[in-house]
């Protein structure tokens, strides 16, 4: 029974009863990242060679530029080879919104017959946003090619002309368009026009020239992020799951960023996401793709809890609040770079486990990731932002809840002392308050959540990559 205290039963969807086994000393993981935490008289090549990565992996992950300066008790988020290991991408290539099977030859030296043939593709109209495709055979003589202009071809133009007039060479012209001769053009035609500082290859409607997204394909539970590039001042907007996109400008005021969560509940399958841009002359347009949703790899469990911790009038009720907390949208942006981890303290349940209560469906989900550290220990910020909440409420217990900007908000649940106000900025790495056991709660531990446009995601995600 001693191993069940380190773990919460926070809310009914929040509910965490099985720690999984620690890599090394003083580490955790959730299956995708692996977390050390220093103990005394280690090196940073001690911690590299128990895990069978480098140094100069670690130092990359964690932004570090001292690599003899590790404190004990410092989070370290390893690139191990057993949990972390990159995938290699060479000769492979996901599709991104606009991309046609032609784009994607030429990005890669090949030919849409010979792209078609790798992937079986027998209908090239039907790709999707997400989709994985072979382009590891290229043909001799195409170069790669990334950017390039499209051009209509009208009554008086001829191919000397056209290429002038994009300040390209007329036998690069040819070779992008597979034309044996300049003769070989008629009014009407879309031609391609090569050029290093034009769009990237992607059908959009003017005055989009970008529209990307990362990380791809998009998974259950997790973040991804939506850039739209004009070549003019516009407000984009969409939609994507049934919920408003929200979009914030980089400083150039051309380049807009939505970071966007995928429902951890959400089948895998395809979905539609519409973008809508409207110009300073209030015309608007609409951009539709189709979006692939892959399945985000989380295990199952099955719970047994006395009937009074499923209160659905309480749940409701509790759930309603936080979902308030987390709405609003701050423009600003407070974050910068991959988050910092909320505790010095092991992993004891990730997020996103499927858990059936006392023999019902798989149809709820553990919405945070706990950290199994001991009574009083510290709770840091993972990134800059503002305090929105904090005290106590009947589930959460002492819960705190901080806005980093641009719809993402991290909380803090079953604390046994805050040390923040509502309204107080707080920094990466800051002390917020210790770990306990108030609320709905078995044992001490930390339920970290992470809001994006109002979903719960997997805050671990963020330690990982950089957003946007």
Do not use: C
């Amino acid at each position: 029974m001693r191993r069940w205290v380190l773990l919460a039963l926070g809310i009914v969807f929040w509910i965490g009863l099985a720690p999984d086994p620690l890599l090394a000393q003083g580490g955790s993981s959730d299956g995708r990242t692996t977390i050390h935490v220093v103990q005394r008289g280690e090196t940073l090549y001690r911690i590299a060679l128990a895990y069978g990565t480098s140094v100069e992996a670690i130092a990359q992950t964690n932004g570090m530029s001292d690599t003899t300066n590790i404190q004990v008790g410092q989070r370290l988020v390893i690139p191990s080879s057993m949990v972390n290991a990159m995938v290699s991408t060479a000769g492979r290539h996901v599709v991104q919104p606009g991309e046609s099977l032609a784009h994607i030859a030429l990005r890669y030296g090949s030919t849409k017959e010979l792209v078609s043939a790798l992937n079986s593709i027998v209908n090239p109209a039907r790709l999707y946003v997400g989709q994985v495709l072979d382009v590891s055979e290229t043909t001799p003589g195409r170069p790669p090619l990334t950017h390039g202009y499209t051009h209509v071809v009208q009554p008086e133009d001829t191919l000397y002309r056209i290429a002038l007039r994009y300040n390209a060479r007329v036998d690069d012209v040819l070779l992008a368009n597979g034309l044996s001769s300049p003769a070989l053009i008629f009014p009407g035609q879309q031609l391609l026009i090569p050029g290093p500082d034009a769009p990237a290859l992607q059908e959009l409607p003017a005055p989009l020239t970008e529209l990307t997204l990362m990380p791809l394909p998009a998974e259950v539970g997790r973040t991804f992020r939506l850039r739209v590039v004009s070549y003019e001042p516009v407000t984009p907007g969409g939609t994507f799951l049934d919920r408003p996109l929200r979009f914030a400008p980089q400083p150039d005021g051309l380049t807009f960023d939505a970071l966007i969560g995928v429902q951890a509940m959400t089948p895998v399958g395809r979905y539609p996401l519409t973008l809508t841009i409207v110009d300073d002359s209030g015309v608007a347009i609409t951009f539709e793709t189709v979006l692939y949703v892959a399945d985000g790899g989380y295990a199952s469990e099955a719970l047994t809890v006395s009937d009074e911790l499923l209160d659905p009038e309480v749940d409701s009720a509790e759930i309603a609040f936080v979902a308030g907390l987390v709405s609003e949208f701050t423009p600003e942006r407070y974050f910068d770079g991959p988050m910092g981890l909320p505790a010095a303290a092991p992993v004891t349940s990730p997020f996103g486990t499927r858990r059936s209560y006392n023999g019902s469906a798989y149809n709820r989900f553990h919405t945070g990731t706990d950290f199994g550290g001991p009574p009083g220990s510290s709770i840091y910020a993972p990134a800059a932002g503002r305090v929105v909440f904090s005290g106590p409420r009947e589930i959460h217990g002492l819960f705190t809840v901080i806005d980093h900007g641009w719809g993402i908000y991290t909380a803090y649940a079953h604390q046994a002392e805050s040390r923040v106000q509502p309204g107080q900025m707080v920094s990466a790495g800051e002390v917020i308050g210790t770990i306990g056991n108030s609320g709905r709660s078995t044992g001490p531990h930390l339920h970290w959540e992470v809001w994006v446009n109002g979903v719960e995601t997997d805050g671990l995600q963020w330690t990982r990559l950089s957003f946007p």
